[in-house]
Protein backbone atom coordinates (compact mmCIF):
# COMPACT_ATOMS: atom_id res chain seq x y z
CA UNK A 1 0.00 0.00 0.00
CA UNK A 2 1.74 3.60 -1.15
CA UNK A 3 0.48 5.46 2.10
CA UNK A 4 1.75 8.43 0.69
CA UNK A 5 -0.82 8.74 -1.98
CA UNK A 6 -3.72 7.18 -0.06
CA UNK A 7 -3.33 10.51 1.97
CA UNK A 8 -3.10 12.84 -0.55
CA UNK A 9 -6.43 10.87 -2.25
CA UNK A 10 -7.99 11.16 0.83
CA UNK A 11 -7.26 14.69 1.18
CA UNK A 12 -8.87 15.57 -2.06
CA UNK A 13 -11.71 13.25 -1.69
CA UNK A 14 -12.65 15.00 1.78
CA UNK A 15 -12.04 18.39 -0.08
CA UNK A 16 -14.23 17.55 -3.45
CA UNK A 17 -16.90 16.05 -1.27
CA UNK A 18 -17.45 19.42 0.69
CA UNK A 19 -16.77 21.74 -2.58
CA UNK A 20 -17.44 20.57 -6.29
CA UNK A 21 -19.62 17.40 -5.10
CA UNK A 22 -22.23 20.02 -4.31
CA UNK A 23 -22.79 20.51 -8.15
CA UNK A 24 -23.41 16.65 -8.83
CA UNK A 25 -27.35 16.49 -7.35
CA UNK A 26 -30.39 14.85 -8.47
CA UNK A 27 -33.66 15.77 -7.06
CA UNK A 28 -32.31 17.41 -4.09
CA UNK A 29 -29.80 19.76 -3.03
CA UNK A 30 -28.67 17.07 -0.51
CA UNK A 31 -28.59 14.18 -2.58
CA UNK A 32 -24.97 13.66 -3.83
CA UNK A 33 -22.27 11.00 -4.36
CA UNK A 34 -20.21 10.18 -1.34
CA UNK A 35 -16.70 10.21 -2.43
CA UNK A 36 -15.32 8.21 0.58
CA UNK A 37 -18.13 5.72 0.72
CA UNK A 38 -16.63 4.76 -3.15
CA UNK A 39 -13.19 4.94 -1.64
CA UNK A 40 -14.04 2.65 0.86
CA UNK A 41 -15.58 0.13 -1.25
CA UNK A 42 -12.37 -0.04 -2.95
CA UNK A 43 -9.97 -0.37 -0.31
CA UNK A 44 -12.09 -2.93 1.01
CA UNK A 45 -12.09 -4.84 -1.76
CA UNK A 46 -8.83 -3.76 -3.33
CA UNK A 47 -6.47 -4.24 -0.17
CA UNK A 48 -4.94 -6.72 2.39
CA UNK A 49 -6.81 -7.29 5.49
CA UNK A 50 -4.57 -5.24 7.35
CA UNK A 51 -4.07 -2.01 5.19
CA UNK A 52 -8.14 -2.57 4.50
CA UNK A 53 -8.11 -1.91 8.45
CA UNK A 54 -6.40 1.11 8.41
CA UNK A 55 -7.74 2.67 5.38
CA UNK A 56 -11.24 2.31 6.68
CA UNK A 57 -11.13 4.02 9.90
CA UNK A 58 -8.54 6.48 8.07
CA UNK A 59 -11.62 7.05 5.14
CA UNK A 60 -14.15 7.72 8.53
CA UNK A 61 -12.03 10.21 10.23
CA UNK A 62 -11.49 11.91 6.84
CA UNK A 63 -15.91 12.17 6.44
CA UNK A 64 -16.07 12.93 10.05
CA UNK A 65 -13.49 15.83 10.02
CA UNK A 66 -15.42 16.85 6.78
CA UNK A 67 -18.38 17.02 7.29
CA UNK A 68 -19.03 16.37 11.12
CA UNK A 69 -22.27 15.39 12.51
CA UNK A 70 -24.13 17.87 14.87
CA UNK A 71 -20.18 18.90 16.05
CA UNK A 72 -18.82 16.31 16.69
CA UNK A 73 -16.74 13.10 15.61
CA UNK A 74 -16.68 9.54 15.90
CA UNK A 75 -19.70 8.01 13.92
CA UNK A 76 -18.46 7.74 10.64
CA UNK A 77 -14.86 6.58 12.00
CA UNK A 78 -16.59 3.87 13.47
CA UNK A 79 -19.35 2.89 10.68
CA UNK A 80 -17.12 3.16 8.08
CA UNK A 81 -13.96 1.21 10.18
CA UNK A 82 -16.59 -1.80 11.06
CA UNK A 83 -18.03 -2.03 7.68
CA UNK A 84 -14.82 -1.67 5.59
CA UNK A 85 -13.08 -4.85 8.03
CA UNK A 86 -16.34 -6.74 7.82
CA UNK A 87 -16.22 -6.02 3.72
CA UNK A 88 -12.81 -7.06 3.33
CA UNK A 89 -13.38 -10.00 5.36
CA UNK A 90 -16.89 -10.81 2.88
CA UNK A 91 -14.60 -10.36 -0.16
CA UNK A 92 -12.00 -12.97 0.84
CA UNK A 93 -15.19 -15.44 0.44
CA UNK A 94 -17.12 -13.40 -2.48
CA UNK A 95 -15.11 -12.09 -5.11
CA UNK A 96 -16.25 -8.68 -6.21
CA UNK A 97 -15.01 -7.90 -9.57
CA UNK A 98 -17.49 -7.30 -11.77
CA UNK A 99 -18.81 -3.32 -11.74
CA UNK A 100 -22.80 -4.42 -10.71
CA UNK A 101 -21.25 -6.36 -7.72
CA UNK A 102 -19.30 -2.92 -7.14
CA UNK A 103 -22.24 -0.71 -7.60
CA UNK A 104 -24.47 -3.33 -5.10
CA UNK A 105 -21.71 -3.31 -2.49
CA UNK A 106 -21.40 0.58 -2.66
CA UNK A 107 -25.21 1.23 -2.32
CA UNK A 108 -25.66 -1.65 0.53
CA UNK A 109 -21.91 -0.07 2.20
CA UNK A 110 -24.15 2.89 2.29
CA UNK A 111 -27.18 2.18 3.50
CA UNK A 112 -25.01 0.49 6.68
CA UNK A 113 -22.71 3.25 7.49
CA UNK A 114 -25.68 5.82 7.07
CA UNK A 115 -28.19 3.16 9.74
CA UNK A 116 -24.89 2.61 12.01
CA UNK A 117 -23.76 6.75 12.13
CA UNK A 118 -27.23 7.92 12.81
CA UNK A 119 -27.74 5.22 15.99
CA UNK A 120 -24.17 5.71 17.44
CA UNK A 121 -25.60 9.81 16.83
CA UNK A 122 -27.94 8.96 19.42
CA UNK A 123 -25.00 8.23 21.88
CA UNK A 124 -24.08 11.79 22.01
CA UNK A 125 -27.03 13.82 20.96
CA UNK A 126 -30.42 14.26 19.18
CA UNK A 127 -29.52 13.58 15.84
CA UNK A 128 -30.33 15.85 12.93
CA UNK A 129 -33.65 14.40 11.32
CA UNK A 130 -32.48 11.44 8.89
CA UNK A 131 -34.47 10.83 6.01
CA UNK A 132 -34.60 7.80 5.01
CA UNK A 133 -35.31 7.94 1.56
CA UNK A 134 -32.43 10.44 0.83
CA UNK A 135 -29.78 8.98 3.03
CA UNK A 136 -30.66 5.23 2.46
CA UNK A 137 -31.45 4.96 -0.87
CA UNK A 138 -30.75 8.39 -3.27
CA UNK A 139 -27.32 8.86 -2.18
CA UNK A 140 -26.22 5.13 -1.83
CA UNK A 141 -27.93 4.84 -5.00
CA UNK A 142 -26.08 7.76 -6.76
CA UNK A 143 -22.98 6.38 -5.67
CA UNK A 144 -23.20 3.10 -6.77
CA UNK A 145 -24.19 4.62 -10.47
CA UNK A 146 -20.86 6.18 -10.30
CA UNK A 147 -18.72 4.19 -8.19
CA UNK A 148 -17.19 1.75 -10.14
CA UNK A 149 -16.31 3.90 -12.92
CA UNK A 150 -13.82 5.58 -10.12
CA UNK A 151 -12.15 2.36 -9.35
CA UNK A 152 -10.13 2.67 -12.37
CA UNK A 153 -8.58 6.00 -12.10
CA UNK A 154 -7.94 5.82 -7.90
CA UNK A 155 -6.72 2.17 -9.09
CA UNK A 156 -4.38 3.66 -11.49
CA UNK A 157 -3.20 6.06 -8.80
CA UNK A 158 -2.88 3.79 -6.23
CA UNK A 159 -0.94 1.42 -8.27
CA UNK A 160 -3.33 -1.18 -7.46
CA UNK A 161 -5.29 -2.57 -10.38
CA UNK A 162 -7.73 -6.01 -10.44
CA UNK A 163 -5.31 -8.35 -12.03
CA UNK A 164 -2.34 -7.11 -10.34
CA UNK A 165 -4.48 -8.22 -7.11
CA UNK A 166 -5.36 -11.32 -8.67
CA UNK A 167 -2.02 -12.42 -9.48
CA UNK A 168 -0.65 -11.72 -5.78
CA UNK A 169 -3.74 -13.84 -4.68
CA UNK A 170 -2.43 -16.80 -6.49
CA UNK B 1 5.82 1.38 7.77
CA UNK B 2 3.72 -1.60 6.24
CA UNK B 3 6.45 -4.20 8.12
CA UNK B 4 5.24 -2.83 11.30
CA UNK B 5 2.30 -2.78 10.92
CA UNK B 6 2.76 -6.14 9.74
CA UNK B 7 3.69 -7.15 13.67
CA UNK B 8 0.50 -6.05 14.73
CA UNK B 9 -2.52 -8.68 13.74
CA UNK B 10 -5.51 -7.30 12.45
CA UNK B 11 -7.70 -8.00 15.34
CA UNK B 12 -6.02 -6.17 17.50
CA UNK B 13 -5.81 -2.76 15.10
CA UNK B 14 -8.96 -3.58 14.33
CA UNK B 15 -9.70 -3.11 18.02
CA UNK B 16 -7.22 -0.17 18.84
CA UNK B 17 -8.93 1.40 15.71
CA UNK B 18 -12.72 1.06 17.29
CA UNK B 19 -11.80 2.21 20.70
CA UNK B 20 -9.81 5.02 19.34
CA UNK B 21 -13.14 6.12 17.26
CA UNK B 22 -15.01 5.50 20.95
CA UNK B 23 -12.76 7.94 21.80
CA UNK B 24 -13.11 10.70 19.31
CA UNK B 25 -17.05 9.58 19.71
CA UNK B 26 -16.91 10.50 23.49
CA UNK B 27 -14.64 14.01 23.14
CA UNK B 28 -15.79 17.06 24.52
CA UNK B 29 -17.47 18.70 21.16
CA UNK B 30 -14.83 21.40 21.92
CA UNK B 31 -11.90 19.83 21.37
CA UNK B 32 -12.93 17.45 18.30
CA UNK B 33 -14.28 21.05 17.25
CA UNK B 34 -10.85 21.96 16.95
CA UNK B 35 -9.51 19.34 14.64
CA UNK B 36 -11.88 20.64 12.37
CA UNK B 37 -11.44 24.05 12.52
CA UNK B 38 -7.39 23.37 11.97
CA UNK B 39 -8.52 21.33 8.96
CA UNK B 40 -10.82 24.45 7.72
CA UNK B 41 -8.20 27.03 8.11
CA UNK B 42 -5.74 24.51 6.80
CA UNK B 43 -7.39 23.94 3.52
CA UNK B 44 -9.24 27.18 3.37
CA UNK B 45 -8.31 28.05 0.10
CA UNK B 46 -8.97 24.91 -1.66
CA UNK B 47 -12.33 25.20 0.35
CA UNK B 48 -13.28 28.99 -0.31
CA UNK B 49 -12.70 28.45 -4.37
CA UNK B 50 -14.29 25.25 -4.49
CA UNK B 51 -17.36 26.99 -2.41
CA UNK B 52 -16.97 29.97 -4.84
CA UNK B 53 -17.58 28.09 -7.74
CA UNK B 54 -20.26 25.83 -6.76
CA UNK B 55 -21.90 28.45 -5.70
CA UNK B 56 -21.59 30.23 -8.96
CA UNK B 57 -22.65 27.25 -10.90
CA UNK B 58 -25.66 27.19 -9.34
CA UNK B 59 -26.49 30.96 -10.48
CA UNK B 60 -26.00 30.31 -14.14
CA UNK B 61 -26.94 27.77 -16.37
CA UNK B 62 -24.29 24.85 -17.13
CA UNK B 63 -22.40 24.87 -20.82
CA UNK B 64 -23.43 28.38 -21.54
CA UNK B 65 -19.86 28.97 -23.71
CA UNK B 66 -21.19 31.36 -26.43
CA UNK B 67 -22.27 28.72 -28.65
CA UNK B 68 -26.20 28.95 -27.98
CA UNK B 69 -27.75 31.09 -29.89
CA UNK B 70 -28.64 34.86 -29.64
CA UNK B 71 -32.46 33.80 -27.88
CA UNK B 72 -30.62 31.25 -25.04
CA UNK B 73 -27.92 33.76 -24.38
CA UNK B 74 -30.95 36.76 -24.22
CA UNK B 75 -33.07 33.88 -22.12
CA UNK B 76 -30.18 33.29 -19.26
CA UNK B 77 -29.11 36.98 -19.20
CA UNK B 78 -32.76 37.25 -18.03
CA UNK B 79 -32.90 34.42 -16.04
CA UNK B 80 -29.46 36.00 -14.31
CA UNK B 81 -31.16 39.65 -13.85
CA UNK B 82 -34.49 37.58 -12.26
CA UNK B 83 -31.84 35.15 -9.35
CA UNK B 84 -30.43 38.96 -8.84
CA UNK B 85 -33.42 40.68 -8.49
CA UNK B 86 -35.21 37.90 -6.37
CA UNK B 87 -32.02 37.80 -3.71
CA UNK B 88 -32.52 41.81 -3.57
CA UNK B 89 -36.05 41.38 -2.97
CA UNK B 90 -35.54 38.95 -0.30
CA UNK B 91 -32.92 40.90 1.21
CA UNK B 92 -34.86 44.06 1.45
CA UNK B 93 -37.61 41.88 2.79
CA UNK B 94 -35.75 40.82 5.14
CA UNK B 95 -34.34 44.67 5.62
CA UNK B 96 -38.38 45.75 6.00
CA UNK B 97 -39.09 42.98 8.48
CA UNK B 98 -36.38 44.12 10.68
CA UNK B 99 -37.24 47.69 10.08
CA UNK B 100 -41.21 46.76 11.34
CA UNK B 101 -40.25 45.06 14.15
CA UNK B 102 -38.06 48.32 15.02
CA UNK B 103 -40.85 50.85 14.59
CA UNK B 104 -42.94 48.32 16.65
CA UNK B 105 -40.26 48.31 19.40
CA UNK B 106 -40.03 51.71 19.43
CA UNK B 107 -43.91 53.04 19.16
CA UNK B 108 -44.38 50.84 22.41
CA UNK B 109 -41.27 52.60 24.42
CA UNK B 110 -42.70 55.73 23.35
CA UNK B 111 -46.53 54.92 24.77
CA UNK B 112 -44.88 53.05 27.82
CA UNK B 113 -41.70 56.32 28.59
CA UNK B 114 -43.36 59.09 26.84
CA UNK B 115 -39.77 59.93 25.44
CA UNK B 116 -38.50 58.65 22.15
CA UNK B 117 -34.97 58.17 21.97
CA UNK B 118 -34.13 58.21 18.06
CA UNK B 119 -31.10 56.26 18.20
CA UNK B 120 -31.52 53.60 15.21
CA UNK B 121 -30.71 50.47 16.32
CA UNK B 122 -28.80 48.82 14.00
CA UNK B 123 -26.35 51.58 14.46
CA UNK B 124 -25.74 50.25 17.96
CA UNK B 125 -24.40 46.79 16.38
CA UNK B 126 -20.80 46.19 15.24
CA UNK B 127 -20.21 43.96 12.84
CA UNK B 128 -17.44 41.77 11.21
CA UNK B 129 -17.77 40.47 8.10
CA UNK B 130 -16.86 36.97 7.17
CA UNK B 131 -16.35 34.60 4.43
CA UNK B 132 -17.63 31.28 4.44
CA UNK B 133 -15.18 28.26 3.83
CA UNK B 134 -17.26 25.43 3.09
CA UNK B 135 -20.94 24.21 4.66
CA UNK B 136 -20.97 21.09 6.51
CA UNK B 137 -23.14 19.02 8.97
CA UNK B 138 -26.39 16.84 8.18
CA UNK B 139 -28.70 18.77 6.40
CA UNK B 140 -26.26 21.44 5.67
CA UNK B 141 -26.76 22.60 9.03
CA UNK B 142 -23.31 24.29 9.77
CA UNK B 143 -20.65 27.07 8.59
CA UNK B 144 -17.49 27.28 8.87
CA UNK B 145 -16.06 31.10 8.45
CA UNK B 146 -12.77 32.79 7.63
CA UNK B 147 -12.68 34.97 10.55
CA UNK B 148 -11.94 34.11 14.28
CA UNK B 149 -11.29 35.36 18.02
CA UNK B 150 -8.56 37.40 16.54
CA UNK B 151 -11.01 39.12 14.53
CA UNK B 152 -13.35 39.57 17.64
CA UNK B 153 -15.62 36.47 17.26
CA UNK B 154 -16.38 34.68 20.33
CA UNK B 155 -19.23 31.16 20.81
CA UNK B 156 -22.60 32.92 21.04
CA UNK B 157 -22.25 35.74 19.01
CA UNK B 158 -25.65 35.75 16.71
CA UNK B 159 -24.41 35.41 12.56
CA UNK B 160 -26.28 37.09 10.00
CA UNK B 161 -27.22 36.51 6.66
CA UNK B 162 -29.37 38.77 3.61
CA UNK B 163 -29.98 40.53 7.05
CA UNK B 164 -31.53 37.86 8.73
CA UNK B 165 -30.59 35.79 11.80
CA UNK B 166 -28.77 32.53 10.30
CA UNK B 167 -27.47 31.21 13.22
CA UNK B 168 -24.59 31.32 16.32
CA UNK B 169 -20.91 31.29 16.99
CA UNK B 170 -20.01 28.03 18.38
CA UNK B 171 -16.71 27.27 18.09
CA UNK B 172 -13.75 29.53 17.11
CA UNK B 173 -9.92 28.98 16.38
CA UNK B 174 -7.68 32.06 15.91
CA UNK B 175 -8.85 32.61 12.34
CA UNK B 176 -12.23 30.59 11.58
CA UNK B 177 -15.07 29.95 13.15
CA UNK B 178 -17.84 27.33 13.24
CA UNK B 179 -21.35 28.75 13.30
CA UNK B 180 -24.24 26.87 13.90
CA UNK B 181 -27.38 27.52 11.90
CA UNK B 182 -31.10 27.74 13.31
CA UNK B 183 -32.03 24.71 11.36
CA UNK B 184 -28.92 22.73 13.66
CA UNK B 185 -30.45 20.12 15.60
CA UNK B 186 -28.82 21.21 18.52
CA UNK B 187 -29.50 25.05 18.25
CA UNK B 188 -31.79 26.39 20.70
CA UNK B 189 -32.95 30.01 20.10
CA UNK B 190 -35.03 32.47 22.16
CA UNK B 191 -37.63 33.88 19.95
CA UNK B 192 -40.71 35.88 19.47
CA UNK B 193 -43.82 34.86 16.57
CA UNK B 194 -44.89 38.73 15.66
CA UNK B 195 -48.64 38.37 14.36
CA UNK B 196 -48.91 36.23 17.59
CA UNK B 197 -46.70 38.20 19.73
CA UNK B 198 -46.13 34.91 22.02
CA UNK B 199 -42.57 34.13 22.35
CA UNK B 200 -41.29 29.98 22.51
CA UNK B 201 -38.03 28.41 22.39
CA UNK B 202 -37.02 27.30 18.17
CA UNK B 203 -35.51 24.52 18.14
CA UNK B 204 -33.65 23.27 14.85
CA UNK B 205 -35.12 20.55 12.44
CA UNK B 206 -32.38 20.56 9.91
CA UNK B 207 -32.69 21.21 6.01
CA UNK B 208 -33.54 24.76 7.29
CA UNK B 209 -36.67 24.12 8.80
CA UNK B 210 -37.54 24.29 12.78
CA UNK B 211 -39.90 23.93 15.48
CA UNK B 212 -40.88 26.21 18.17
CA UNK B 213 -42.61 23.78 20.67
CA UNK B 214 -45.38 24.55 23.39
CA UNK B 215 -46.32 28.42 22.34
CA UNK B 216 -49.36 29.85 24.21
CA UNK B 217 -51.43 31.68 21.71
CA UNK B 218 -55.09 32.36 21.65
CA UNK B 219 -55.04 31.85 17.54
CA UNK B 220 -53.61 30.00 15.12
CA UNK B 221 -50.04 31.57 13.48
CA UNK B 222 -50.43 31.83 9.63
CA UNK B 223 -48.33 30.70 6.72
CA UNK B 224 -45.79 33.56 6.44
CA UNK B 225 -45.49 35.16 9.70
CA UNK B 226 -42.74 36.06 10.97
CA UNK B 227 -40.40 35.08 13.71
CA UNK B 228 -37.97 36.68 15.11
CA UNK B 229 -34.66 36.22 17.28
CA UNK B 230 -34.79 37.89 20.83
CA UNK B 231 -32.04 38.81 23.27
CA UNK B 232 -28.95 36.34 24.04
CA UNK B 233 -26.01 37.21 26.08
CA UNK B 234 -23.84 39.73 23.65
CA UNK B 235 -26.91 40.48 21.61
CA UNK B 236 -27.72 44.44 21.47
CA UNK B 237 -31.44 43.56 22.70
CA UNK B 238 -33.69 43.95 19.31
CA UNK B 239 -35.21 41.78 17.57
CA UNK B 240 -34.11 40.27 13.91
CA UNK B 241 -36.08 38.13 11.59
CA UNK B 242 -34.87 34.57 11.66
CA UNK B 243 -37.53 32.25 10.44
CA UNK B 244 -40.88 32.61 8.48
CA UNK B 245 -44.20 29.87 9.82
CA UNK B 246 -44.90 27.02 7.73
CA UNK B 247 -47.70 25.50 9.44
CA UNK B 248 -49.17 25.39 12.97
CA UNK B 249 -50.79 22.71 14.95
CA UNK B 250 -52.48 22.00 18.60
CA UNK B 251 -49.88 20.70 20.89
CA UNK B 252 -51.20 16.67 21.21
CA UNK B 253 -50.37 17.32 25.19
CA UNK B 254 -51.49 20.22 26.15
CA UNK B 255 -54.65 21.42 23.59
CA UNK B 256 -53.75 25.18 25.09
CA UNK B 257 -50.19 25.61 23.16
CA UNK B 258 -49.19 25.46 19.37
CA UNK B 259 -46.64 23.27 17.65
CA UNK B 260 -45.52 25.52 15.16
CA UNK B 261 -43.21 24.96 12.28
CA UNK B 262 -40.69 27.61 10.51
CA UNK B 263 -38.26 27.79 7.89
CA UNK B 264 -35.45 30.06 7.32
CA UNK B 265 -35.85 33.10 6.06
CA UNK B 266 -31.98 32.99 4.52
CA UNK B 267 -31.36 31.05 1.61
CA UNK B 268 -28.00 29.65 3.09
CA UNK B 269 -27.29 27.44 0.10
CA UNK B 270 -26.63 30.99 -1.70
CA UNK B 271 -24.55 32.82 0.76
CA UNK B 272 -21.10 33.35 0.34
CA UNK B 273 -20.59 35.99 3.16
CA UNK B 274 -22.03 36.66 6.14
CA UNK B 275 -22.00 39.16 8.90
CA UNK B 276 -21.40 38.16 12.94
CA UNK B 277 -22.89 40.87 15.48
CA UNK B 278 -19.82 41.43 17.34
CA UNK B 279 -21.38 44.10 20.46
CA UNK B 280 -22.92 47.06 21.51
CA UNK B 281 -20.47 49.95 21.53
Known amino acids: MRWLRFAVLVL ?10 DMIWILDANIKPDLLLILLVFFAVR ?7 IASFVLGFAADLASPTAGFMGPRIISFGVFGTLLNDLHNMIAIHRLPYQGAAIFLMGIVTAVASHLLSYLRADPAAFSIARQCFWQPAL ?10 PVGWWMHMSESRRRRRKH | MTRHWGKTSKRMMFTYFVLGGLIFLFSPPRLTGQLQLAYARLFSWPLSVGRQ ?15 YPRSMDAHRQLQERLAALEAHHRKLQNHLANREAQLEQAQNRIDELARLRSIPEWDRMSFQQAGIISVSGQGQSELMIDRGQDDGLAVGQYVLGDLSMIGVVA ?25 LDARGVMEGRGAGTAVISQVPARRQARPGDRVYALNAPGFPGIPIVAAEVVDSQRDPDNPLLWRIQVRAVCDVAN ?7 ISER
Do not use: N, W, Y
Not at chain 1, 13 to 18: F, K, N
Not at chain 1, 143 to 152: C, E, Q, R, T, V
Not at chain 2, 186 to 192: G, I, L, Q, Y
Not at chain 2, 271 to 277: G, K, Q
Open chain 2, 171 to 195: AVAAQTARVKLISDPMSRVPVRVAE
Open chain 2, 271 to 277: LTRVAVV
Open chain 1, 143 to 152: SAAIGPFLFS
Open chain 2, 53 to 67: VTVASRTTEAGHLGD
Open chain 1, 47 to 53: CDPTDAV
Open chain 1, 12 to 21: VAAILQTTFM
